[in-house]
């Protein structure tokens, strides 16, 4: 069955960073788009970057653009993003997830992570 | 940007009661809708895709219409495991975004 399994949450400073990870398991993982949403406490969801099955496109929220990378690695199965310049609105738990159909750019998201928290705080 | 309008933000309704969740688009969007629920301390699960079209394993009590600006989720007979938070949710293609809306909070009355 499909499983995505993120880690690499924590707390971190104002203007520090953090790399989170999503472990995939169950599909073709290299046949996929995988997304980064997240939703802050209390509050809505936020889609926050999107990559092509094969890292060909990247695109992302205005809100975390130029501090965060999203990116992957086919080879072992796990998506990645790295984010930079963290600020206290970037407080949120993190969830990665799958695009629905294969070799899509942008879709919907079958399939979600549990999700790992980040808490920016000083 | 495209913005998402749902309403009501919040909705008390009665096991067996038949729901209705709008959600407006502030630009046509064609199809490119979906819904998700979401529990307390769980991740979204996909409802609707694609205005209309039914995720696998997802009861039949659910289903979605419309296009352009304006869309519909439907709960035909509401259940127990059907309290929770509703979002739609659109993608933009240029430029390439994804936006949800704000959610629709369903509980018992």
């Known amino acids: 069955q499909v499983q995505l399994v993120e880690s690499g949450g924590g707390v971190v400073q104002p203007g520090g960073s953090l790399r989170l990870s999503c472990a995939a398991s169950?599909?073709?993982?290299?046949?996929?788009?995988m997304h980064w949403v997240r939703q802050a406490p209390g509050k809505g969801l936020e889609w926050v970057a999107f990559?092509?099955?094969?890292?060909?496109?990247?695109y992302y929220a205005d809100s975390v653009k130029g501090r965060f990378t999203i990116s992957r690695d086919n080879s072992k199965n796990t998506l990645y993003l790295q984010m930079n310049s963290l600020r206290a609105e970037d407080t949120a738990v993190y969830y990665c997830?799958?695009?629905?159909?294969?070799?899509?750019?942008?879709?919907?998201?079958?399939?979600w992570g549990q999700g790992t928290l980040v808490t920016v705080s000083s | 940007d495209i913005q998402l309008t749902q309403s009501p933000s919040f909705l008390s309704a009665s096991v067996g009661d038949r729901v209705t969740i709008t959600c407006r688009a502030s630009?046509?969007?064609?199809?490119?809708l979906a819904w998700y629920q979401q529990k307390p301390g769980k991740a979204p699960k996909l409802l609707i895709y694609?205005?209309?079209t039914l995720q696998s394993g997802v009861p039949s009590r659910f289903s979605g219409s419309g296009s352009g600006t304006e869309f519909t989720l439907t709960i035909s007979s509401l259940q127990p495991e059907d309290f929770a938070t509703y979002y739609c949710?659109?993608?933009?293609?240029?430029?390439?975004?994804?936006?949800f809306g704000g959610g629709t909070k369903v509980e018992i009355k």
């Open positions: 694609a205005a209309s």
């Open positions: 630009q046509g969007i064609s199809s490119y």
């Open positions: 949710q659109q993608l933009n293609s240029y430029p390439p975004s994804v936006t």
């Open positions: 997830a799958k695009d629905n159909l294969d070799y899509g750019d942008l879709l919907y998201f079958d399939y």
């Open positions: 169950g599909f073709t993982f290299s046949s996929y788009g």
């Open positions: 990559i092509r099955y094969d890292g060909s496109n990247k």
